[in-house]
């Protein structure tokens, strides 16, 4: 029996051929709803550049204890408040980070990573971000709503697994919220993702488990069936009608 694609049920969250990295979505409540830390990346880097994203990098040896064993988990929950410290400065409880979701981007892609993405309330809400203006140019604390409004009117840039989390965050009133709708480690979902071109030629479209045409050899997007995509044109869109 052939091993189940990555992101299906029953596939293993962490991909063996990617880079293991951890990423943190760092909280803090307003009164109008809760509000994301992001960081523009420098635009001369060679992975994302330019891109405004959550605090994150991959696991670092420093990360990695004996007592792990073979389980990731602990390592990506470090290095996830460690990236936080470094890239911001903005302290983040290792008790207080929930698993969100698991991303992997499509095989033929460079820099590889595997990613945990956290969620998790700033310590202290109010403490001054600190950026090392090197690697990374720029903060912001930003309601989801607004950072998505920025991406189409093409002001910031961002990557498929952070708009698709921006628009998971939007029906959350608090970061309590938030931190209640996590599914935790053993409910993860493993976004990993598949690529097909619209029929139409406006642009990319983004697969992920239970779309139609993810489990197939040539994903065709304009399969009659369940759709779990993200649509790239000059206007993203998440459609989801598929478990």
């Given at each position: ?10 596939a ?7 880079v293991?990295a951890a990423?943190?979505v760092?909280?803090?409540d ?6 994301v ?20 990098g991959r ?14 988990e ?20 290792e ?30 809400a ?19 709503a607004?950072a998505i ?16 989390t ?5 029906p ?10 996590a ?18 030629g ?7 488990h ?10 065709d ?21 598929a478990?």
């Amino acid at each position: 029996m052939s091993e189940p694609r990555p992101g299906s049920p029953g596939a293993p969250l962490w991909d063996p051929e990617a880079v293991p990295a951890a990423t943190v979505v760092v909280l803090r409540d307003t009164r109008e709803g809760p509000e994301v830390l992001m960081l523009r990346r420098d635009a001369g880097l060679s992975f994302a550049g330019g891109m405004w994203v959550f605090p994150g990098g991959r696991i670092d040896p420093e990360d990695r204890h004996p007592a792990d064993g073979d389980d990731p988990e602990p390592a990506a929950r470090r290095a996830a408040v460690r990236e936080a410290r470094e890239e911001a400065g903005i302290v983040v409880e290792e008790p207080a980070l929930r698993r969100w979701s698991h991303w992997t981007p499509p095989p033929r892609q460079d820099k590889r990573f595997t990613t945990a993405f956290y969620v998790a309330p700033a310590r202290d809400a109010s403490a001054r971000v600190v950026i090392d203006d090197g690697e990374i140019r720029d903060h912001r604390w930003v309601r989801p709503a607004r950072a998505i409004e920025l991406r189409d009117a093409g002001e910031v840039s961002l990557a498929p697994p952070t708009y698709i989390t921006l628009v998971q965050l939007l029906p959350h009133r608090s970061a309590a919220e938030v931190l209640d709708a996590a599914p935790g480690v053993g409910a993860v979902e493993h976004f990993a993702t598949r690529v097909a071109i619209t029929s139409d030629g406006s642009g990319w479209a983004a697969l992920y488990h239970g779309d139609v045409s993810y489990e197939d050899d040539e994903p065709d997007p304009d399969r009659p069936g369940p759709r779990h995509r993200l649509l790239m044109g000059d206007r993203w869109e998440y459609v989801r009608d598929a478990p």
